[in-house]
């Protein structure tokens, strides 16, 4: 059984200038972080389709990032793997009172779930400020890198720690209608700009993608009060429409023809077939 210094000694040897791949060789910080990404979308995959082999697989991946990404650290002399996991280890432990005992081995009393997140975030707040961070904004440290959807959600949920939020999903759909609103309003305006008019045309939509940005907002603020997980949400829906789409293509091939040489009704016919099929549960 392989242990972490082999996956460590495997890493090295790929990035030797002389002997390893030259692939691995010539990436560097930025080039290897859409991997990343990519990888931790890859173990939420595998766990939405309770794929649990693959979720090993997918989890070494991503551990073959952190070791990729700590062997390029240590190479310029920055950090090593060992720095990683001691300042992982440390800041769980410091992050954790209510679980760790401090040096007079005293724990900290946490209510509930919800008291641990305020207490989580308070923390998070001192360390910023022991760093000597100027940004003293209650949104202070909510990464920029994140995908947006999920940056929107830390956001809001930063904001409602101190009351700034809805109380229940119901006035997040009236403000989703008023935002959809605004969207038609601003496609009716389009619609009677001069084909000519290029800087209205410009303008309108900015107007156009502001507005539609608005819509997504206001969307994971819904997700979020509903307490429906948005991403899990959102990949559901890729799958389903992918599920029923290719449906689609297979009535089509086997009717003897593609599906890209059929009209939008005979089209839309065939998605219907295959959403009866998936909701009876034959997909």
């Known amino acids: 059984m392989k242990n972490i210094d082999d996956l460590l000694r495997i890493m090295a040897t790929l990035r030797d200038p ?5 692939w691995d060789v010539k990436q560097n910080f930025a080039t290897i ?22 979720l ?42 209510h679980v760790f005992p401090d040096t007079d081995g005293k724990l900290l009393s946490v209510e509930d779930a919800d008291a641990q997140t305020a207490a989580w975030e308070e923390l998070k707040r001192r360390e910023r400020a022991a760093k000597g961070e100027e940004d003293t904004s209650l ?13 929107a959600f830390k956001l809001q949920k930063r904001a409602s720690t101190i009351g700034f939020d809805w109380a229940d999903p119901a006035p997040v759909l009236e403000k989703l ?9 601003e496609l009716a305006a389009a619609a009677v700009i001069a084909e000519d008019d290029d800087e209205a045309r410009a303008a309108n939509h900015a107007r156009l993608a502001d507005e539609i940005g608005d819509v997504l907002f206001v969307a994971v603020n819904l997700a979020r009060l509903a307490k429906v997980d948005y991403s899990q949400a959102l990949r559901a829906a890729n799958a389903k429409f992918e599920r029923r ?17 059929k009209s939008l009704p005979e089209q839309d016919a065939y998605w219907e077939r295959a959403k009866v099929e998936d909701k009876a549960g034959l997909l």
């Open 177 to 185: 209608e008023e935002e959809i609103g605004e969207v038609r309003g």
């Open 139 to 151: 949104l202070a440290g909510i990464s920029r890198g994140l995908p947006e959807w999920q940056r």
């Open 245 to 261: 789409f290719r449906r689609m293509e297979t009535l089509a091939r086997a009717e003897g023809s593609a599906l890209e040489g």
């Open 33 to 54: 972080a859409p991997y990343t990404i990519e990888e931790a979308y890859e173990v939420a995959d595998a766990i939405d389709r309770k794929n649990y082999a693959d």
């Open 56 to 97: 090993r697989d997918e989890l070494g991946d991503l551990l073959l990032q952190v070791v990729f990404h700590a062997r390029m650290a240590e190479e310029e002399g920055r950090f090593a793997f060992a720095d990683v996991v001691d300042s992982i280890c440390e800041k769980m432990v410091r992050r954790h009172p």
């Open 18 to 22: 002389v002997r390893g791949c030259p």
